[in-house]
């Protein structure tokens, strides 16, 4: 019964920044590790960033590092992923998930944002 919800999708130029939400229904939502991955055309999912319950530790994919933040506003049941200096191989659907627990693969995933980087 939950349900997730990405937003802040678009166009966006080499270099530019772009911000996604992801907005989630229930109320255990601060019990979750929400994670954000991505698709691009032709390639396998990948997980881009996560973000843990307990602890609120995050996590980052190797060519994000320094370039993208996860963050999460518990009393209003968002993640967000704040993305600079966004490159053309960022280009992807980006979808929005929660795990029940730290280890575990996502148990609720969102429709997907599309986040195209050209000039």
């Known amino acids: 019964q939950v349900q997730l919800v990405e937003s802040g999708g678009g166009l966006v130029q080499p270099g530019g920044s772009q911000s996604l939400s992801c907005a989630s229904s229930?109320?255990?939502?601060?019990?979750?590790?929400m994670r954000w991955y991505r698709q691009a055309p032709g390639k396998e999912r990948e997980l881009v960033a996560s973000?843990?319950?307990?602890?609120?530790?995050?996590d980052y994919a190797d060519g994000v590092k320094g370039r993208f933040t996860i963050s999460r506003e518990n009393a209003k049941n968002t993640v967000y992923l704040q993305m600079n200096s966004l490159k053309s191989e960022d280009t992807a659907v980006y979808y929005c998930?929660?795990?029940?627990?730290?280890?575990?693969?996502?148990?609720?995933w969102g429709q997907g944002t599309q986040v195209t980087v050209s000039s």
């Open positions: 998930a929660a795990s029940t627990s730290a280890w575990a693969l996502p148990t609720y």
């Open positions: 973000i843990f319950s307990p602890g609120d530790s995050t």
């Open positions: 229930g109320n255990t939502f601060s019990s979750y590790t």
